[in-house]
C-alpha cells in the first residue's frame, strides 16, 4: 500500500514525516529500515508519525523511530518539524504556542516564521535511574571505561538518554571509535546518546553526535540540549549558547538546573512522496 510522507530535515537531521492523524500506523520495525535505507528507500535518520494526542491536553502526539526501527522518547529536531509541518497542514498558525505529545511527554512548541521553530523541552533530568545509567549517586561528572580508556562524561535525560564528552578537537580520530563504543556501554542499559562538544567561549560550543539507532548524525537537537545541560550545570557556559553542528546551528536557552530548557532552529521541508515498498 501506497504510504505519503513528508521528507524534512532539521539542520541536517533527516526525517520521514507521516500524516497518521486519523489512527497509528502498523509500523514494524523491518518496514522502518527499508523505508531508512539510503540506496533503496527513502533514507532518514527518523521517521515520525503525527497521531492523535492520547493525553487529553496536547493537540497532537508525534512517535519517533530511529533508523534501525527502534523507538526513542524524544527528538528535538523532530519536534521542531513536526511544529512546521502542523503550521504546513493548516492546524497551527505562525505565532501560536501549541502543546504536542512526545513519546516522553509533553512539549510546547512555536512556529517562529516558515521554517523557525521554538520547543520549550522540559527541565533536563540527572538522576542517574531515570536516564538511565548505572552510577551509585548523581554527580556533574561520571568516569567510565570505554574501549581501554577512561572517559570524563556527563549525563542526562532530555526524554532520551545522553551522554556528553568535552573534547578539545571534534575531529580526532579516536571519536570514531568512542563514539559507538560509548553509545553501546552497558552502564546505560537502554543505550544512549554519545555528544562530544569543544568549547569555543561561554557562548559558543561545537558539536557532534553519535545518535542511538541512527549513528553519526548531521545534527541532534536533543543532543544539543544535552550538551547545554551538563557544560551550564557545571557552570562552563552562559545561559544562552550556540550550538554548531555538522549539519547547521541550534540556539539553546537554559537558566539552570530545575529550570526548563528552550531550543530554537531550523526546520526545512524536502519534498512529499509515495512509499511503495511494503
Ligand atoms: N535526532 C534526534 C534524536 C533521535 C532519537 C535518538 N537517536 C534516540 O534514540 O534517543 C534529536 O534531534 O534529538
Redesign the pocket.
Known sequence: MALRFSKMH?SG?DFAVIDSRSGALALNPASIRAMADRHTGIGF??LLSVEPARDGASAFYYG?W?ADG?P???????VRCVAAWLQRAGVLAIGETAQVQSPSGPVAVRVVDANRVTVDMGVPVFEPARIPFNATQMADRYSIEVDGQTLDIGAVSMG?PHAVVVVDDLLAPALARLGPALTAHTRFPEGV?TGFVQKLSPQHVRLRVH????GW?L?????ACAAMAVLRRRGEVDAQVRVDLPGGTLQIDWVGPGERLWMTGPATFVYEGEWLGD
Request: overall charge negative; some cysteine; hydrophobic content about 10%.
Open positions: 532539521g537531521n535518520d527518523q519517533i530511529n527502534s526513542s522518547g524524544q527528538c528535538g529536531n523532530g532520551n546518546n545518535e542511538r539507532g541512527s548524525t545534527a541532534c537537537g536533543t543532543g
